[in-house]
């Protein structure tokens, strides 16, 4: 999925990503110019700008990558996956580029928190992600009755769901298994939109199976009941 | 709901706002300043920023005092009301708040998408409303399973739907019935999130999970969905 390997990632980049961290945290964001940036890290000003627009890029270095893989994660589906799966897997990408480096991730939570300028830019960065999903799933529901309208809720639940991962995950300093959170997070998200969706339980009595239980049953007894009621022993 | 009737608004800031909308319209964003506006109104710089702490607030001249009906609003809910009927409610106030100026809303649309930083301050007045709505969200869910990430979820699902409906609109020039599609789109969320939703078919839904599968289901998929609607991984 990714379009450049951290290995063969340019060492002048990551360069100045870690001088301008390292400026950050000791003097503050806003006190902090890309000069003093440049100067840290032993290379002029236009190497910085070949890499990062702004000084407000260099703290989020990875997501044009993440968009990029994100696009052509969703270019590449079939008509055979299902789309609310298809964008809770594309949700995961941005997970996985947050764990790919948890230090990193958590001081920059830490920062993006102090900062308004970056809170504003993370927002931007966030609302690409979800026009992103919402492309996809308009596509896949063009010709449905509001298909649109199902596209931009389901791509705005799927980009909160992921946050409230995210952000669960950031706050245990990176400690927590983020891929499970993000699981959980993103079913809850299947169970209200995904093929179980109630509109699907009126009119298909024949190939759809419900099952209730009572929330304290042994696991067990519930697959059973599962089983027998899919007809598979 | 209205804290400041449009009759006893300061005229000197509507005037502040007409002003700066034709400049805006004639010569552009970027290049009109404050002190263009205020010479075209006729008032001094400083009565600028006592109504308008930047440029950018007089596009946006009446978001803070929906946010604070919305705030208002909110807090005046007791148990008895619906959550997510609640919040669908007070969504309904934004729109109502574009609609009470049709051809301001269209003009200010269009400059909008027109000006990238004037996009960046929308989607931050965005954030602001669906915090609004998952902060009381968080309160009536309080203790419940997965109360915070539902929360956020459906605050999401809520603004989606609002922004959709809203946007539909503002490109149909104001022309088309507001309320009805605003009402059709919230309509959509609350039968995923809303009194309709699976958990809740069975009445008891504290204690009962209901499982809805297509019957060609692997199983290792519903065992999954079973384990995390018991809260068991």
Tied chains: 1, 2.
Aim: proline share 4%; glycine share 6%.
């Amino acid at each position: 999925m990714r379009t450049e390997p951290a290995a063969v990632r340019p060492p002048m980049r990551d360069a100045l990503v870690t001088a301008a961290f390292q400026l950050f945290l000791e003097r503050g964001y806003e006190q902090t110019t890309v000069d003093d940036i440049v100067a840290l890290a032993g290379v002029g000003r236009r190497s910085f700008f070949r890499y990062f627009p702004s000084k407000e890029d260099v703290v989020f270095p990875d997501h044009e990558r993440c968009l990029a893989d994100m696009t052509a994660f969703l270019a590449a589906s079939g008509e055979d996956d299902e789309p609310v799966q298809r964008v809770c897997d594309a949700a995961r990408l941005v997970l996985r580029m947050y764990a790919e480096n948890p230090a990193f991730s958590v001081q920059r939570y830490r920062l993006t928190k102090r900062v308004p300028g970056l809170r504003a830019y993370e927002l931007s960065v966030v609302w690409r992600y979800e026009r992103a999903l919402a492309e996809y799933l308009r596509e896949r529901f063009a010709g449905r009755r509001d298909g649109i309208l199902r596209a931009d809720v389901i791509a705005a639940a799927v980009v909160a769901a992921h946050n409230n991962a995210l952000r669960s995950w950031l706050r245990s300093d990176g400690r927590d298994d983020a891929e499970a959170a993000v699981d959980h997070a993103l079913g809850c998200v299947r169970s209200a939109f995904g093929t179980a969706a109630p509109q699907r339980i009126a009119g298909a009595a024949e190939d759809v199976v419900v099952v209730v239980a009572r929330r304290d049953a042994p696991l067990w007894r519930v697959v059973k009941e599962i089983e027998s009621q899919l007809g598979r022993n």
